[in-house]
């Protein structure tokens, strides 16, 4: 049974890039959100989120429009997560066009994320989350031998700049940075193996980066765990590699990243990360728009 016929199960692409830098009806990434799943439960949410079969869907399962207020919940095709950002972006542009533009505070299991959405010179709406506070360690040698293992790559292949690192922002990810764009655009990895590896760990992507730039990055995001090869756009992911930055020492004062994804699969996204020396958040902003899709 086809459980969405009886749902309003709006999809929204987050963290697509503006029009001149590759903006098009395969940008960005892919989101279910569900306004109002107060009459759900655990089980129907993860139903309705495997029919759905992005990355992540959200639901709101309680909310007060007066306050601007709402309790969100997270789902993969396979698991529920603590937190995701690219469908935070998009549930906050969904509420904007309903309620107006402004702040907006999501209650998640995560914690508390308080989201501003704001109507940009273009017209198109956008939203800033603000993570929980991020931490950061390095990687233990049996995680990172178990990731290049599955991932066909070798330590060789790493940037000794940005050592390997688990991140947090919500919720964990490996953070693996290479020194060559050609090795982050020839992924191929064993998606058992690495789901395997990423459950035992309790992470939840994998955070694989290139620096173009001190304010420039290039990232793709291995998903098993959630059912998904790849992610286009992952805020969680940004939001713990800018701690991750701050904890290095790479950012002494307020700076503002780029993190460009979903380039090698076609789905060319955007992510804008605001990072603080003096805040153990980080800010993460994305456009965000419907898409007409086929159920």
Do not use: K
């Not at 419907?290 to 159920?295: K, L, M």
């Amino acid at each position: 049974m086809n459980i969405e016929t009886s749902l309003d199960v709006l999809r929204y692409a987050a963290f697509t890039p503006v029009p001149s830098l590759g903006a098009g009806p395969r940008s960005g990434n892919p989101a279910g959100v569900v306004l109002d799943a107060s009459a759900l439960d655990e089980a129907a949410m993860q139903a309705v989120a495997a029919e759905v079969g992005y990355s992540e869907t959200a639901f709101v399962t309680a909310r007060d429009d007066a306050q601007r207020r709402f309790r969100l919940r997270y789902f993969s095709p396979l698991a529920e997560v603590p937190f995701c950002g690219h469908v935070t972006i998009a549930t906050a542009v969904a509420l904007a066009e309903r309620i107006g533009p402004g702040e907006l505070l999501f209650d998640t299991p995560a914690g508390q994320i308080p989201v501003s959405t704001t109507t940009g010179a273009d017209g198109a709406l956008r939203a800033t989350l603000t993570s929980v506070p991020t931490r950061t360690r390095p990687a233990l040698p049996e995680e990172l031998d178990g990731a290049l293992a599955a991932l066909g790559w070798s330590s060789g292949d790493l940037d000794p700049g940005l050592p390997p690192h688990v991140a947090f922002g919500g919720v964990q990810h490996l953070v693996l940075a290479t020194a060559d764009r050609a090795r982050l655009a020839d992924l191929d990895y064993d998606f058992d193996a690495l789901a395997e590896l990423m459950r035992r760990h309790d992470w939840t992507t994998l955070q694989l980066v290139w620096r173009e730039s001190a304010d420039r990055f290039h990232a793709r995001d291995p998903f098993p765990v959630g059912g998904v090869v790849e992610d286009p756009a992952t805020g969680a992911a940004a939001a713990a590699f800018g701690g991750y930055l701050r904890a290095l020492g790479l950012v002494t004062r307020p700076t503002a990243i780029t993190i460009r994804q979903g380039e090698d699969m076609g789905r060319p996204s955007e992510l804008l990360v605001d990072i603080d020396p003096a805040d153990p958040r980080v800010r993460v902003t994305g456009r965000a728009h419907p898409i007409a899709e086929a159920r």
